[in-house]
């Protein structure tokens, strides 16, 4: 069973989907279900609910094809570390990626960008938002650190499609150049005194000029500001985790995303009957 800072983890990771979400149990694990529009949830293991076994497993696919959603997991390996092997065996592509919690002083860089976290009261708000959503959809759809040509007009050709979710548990941060307008984007969800920093995107044209990091320390100093205890994230890659580093985050695991691959749904009650747990 995890201690301490794991457990939190653990609570924080179990809190936020149930924000928008209601739980299935199948086994030792837990389905998030959003009925509504948005992102479909993942199965989770339960909170001290020990390890999940292949049988476990089978349940939460059986039910996700049921749903129509992606047969998708997330974890943390130090908390449940026979997932991994249960899940590989199946055919699971898992992404592991560094999981970082913010144990040092904050450092901002100084940029050439205007930094600012959205205030949810303000004219213009839900306008903004559709501003994030849509640096965030261009960056990520130019996976990586290295820059490129997506740029500002990329960003005002699409904003316009974007209609704008928010979600009262996101708080949102811009970087804007006085000549490009929004070039960087980032967002904070919070539960209880735990935040974590999620979205954090650069358009390319602008990346490699200390916004990444920058759009970071503000979501995170914002977090602090607003009494969180504990702000954490999972990098994308180990060459993402380098920005983190240098914002004040450390390295103290690794968070687990696992995803079928395409062509890989079944046979699902025999792969089970393995006993592989
Ligand atoms: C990851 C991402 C947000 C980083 O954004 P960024 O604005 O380029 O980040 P930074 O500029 O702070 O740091 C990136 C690099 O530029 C370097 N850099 C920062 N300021 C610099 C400057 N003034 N001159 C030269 N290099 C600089 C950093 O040292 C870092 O180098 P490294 O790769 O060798 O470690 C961006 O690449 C991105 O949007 N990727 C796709 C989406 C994604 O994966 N997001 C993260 C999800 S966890």
Redesign the pocket.
Known sequence: MPHGLFHQLESFYDAIPRIDARAEQHGALTLFVRDGEGFPYYARPSVDGGEPTAVDVRLVRDRQRELGVAEAFEWVHETTPGLLAVLEHLGFAVLR?PLMVLDKPLVA?EVDAALRVLDPDAAGFLEDVAVVQTVAQL??S?????KGDTGPKDRDTLLPTVIPVHVPKFRYALAEDATDGAV?AGMTQTAGAVAEVV????LPF?????????ITAVLARDALDRGAERVF?????E??A??YE?VGFRRIGTACVAEAEAGNAGPVNAEAGNGAA
């Open positions: 990626a860089p960056s990520f130019t996976p990586g650190t290295h960087a979205g954090v995107g650069t602008a990346r490699r000029r200390g916004l990444g990091a920058a994230l999972s990098a994308g890659s060459d993402i380098r920005v240098r």
